[in-house]
């Protein structure tokens, strides 16, 4: 069966970057873009990008250009997003979904706090 | 970046009707923003409802359905259940494939 499986929980203090991880199993990892989400606590969701796995070409929102990278390693058919120069509004929790079949799997979202 | 709006909060009765929309600040949505409907329930991942504006997915209940009205996507609940309270979310893409999420609904089911 689908499944995305995502690292656990970080900790990171203002200034510093986090790089979360989205494993993919059920399905051949390169024939579906992988789209990264996030959700502040309360708030709503938030679009942050996509990536292809199998050129690993991205796209990101404006908002997150120049602060966001999206890899992935496909040997082991994980991708990763990694959010730098982290402020405490990036306190989040952050998914990985399935793209390009109706986003119709998600990661389970992983916690991000951002904190001195 | 364009913005999307979603009414704040609606409320339906049990087993009625209700229909939320999806607008964009750039003019009318169309099929080619390829608007998704998301549910989310407290303390879950969302969990995708339709896609490409009216496609349903296995899990998806029959009483959902989305289309494109007045200019705006919309997700239409027929027979609301207890089970529906939600919040739900639409997701338009513009070009260069960007998404950009409206700012959800609340969904009371009362």
């Known amino acids: 069966q689908v499944q995305l499986v995502q690292s656990g929980a970080e900790v990171k203090k203002p200034g510093a970057s986090v790089k979360v991880s989205c494993k993919a199993s059920g399905y051949t990892f390169t024939s579906y873009d992988i789209d990264w989400v996030r959700q502040a606590t309360g708030q709503g969701l938030e679009w942050m990008g996509w990536m292809n796995p199998n050129s690993g070409n991205t796209g990101f929102a404006q908002k997150f250009q120049g602060r966001v990278t999206m890899t992935r390693d496909t040997s082991i058919s994980t991708a990763y997003m990694e959010l730098s120069s982290l402020r405490s509004e990036d306190t989040a929790i952050y998914y990985c979904?399935?793209?390009?079949?109706?986003?119709?799997?998600w990661g389970q979202g992983i916690l991000v706090t951002v904190s001195s | 970046q364009a913005v999307v709006t979603q009414e704040p909060s609606l409320t339906v009765s049990p087993g009625g009707t209700v229909t939320l929309t999806c607008g964009s600040s750039t003019g009318a949505v169309t099929s080619g923003h390829y608007p998704y409907w998301f549910q989310q329930k407290p303390g879950q991942a969302p969990r995708t409802l339709i896609y490409?504006?009216?496609n349903k997915h296995s899990w998806t209940p029959a009483r959902f359905s989305g289309s494109l009205l007045g200019g705006k996507a919309a997700l239409t609940l027929s027979g609301a259940q207890p089970e529906d309270e939600a919040d739900y979310y639409c997701?338009?893409?513009?070009?260069?494939?960007?998404?950009?999420f409206g700012g959800g609904t609340k969904l009371t089911v009362l």
């Open positions: 997701l338009l893409s513009y070009s260069g494939a960007r998404g950009v």
């Open positions: 979904v399935r793209a390009g079949s109706g986003k119709d799997y």
């Open positions: 490409d504006t009216s």
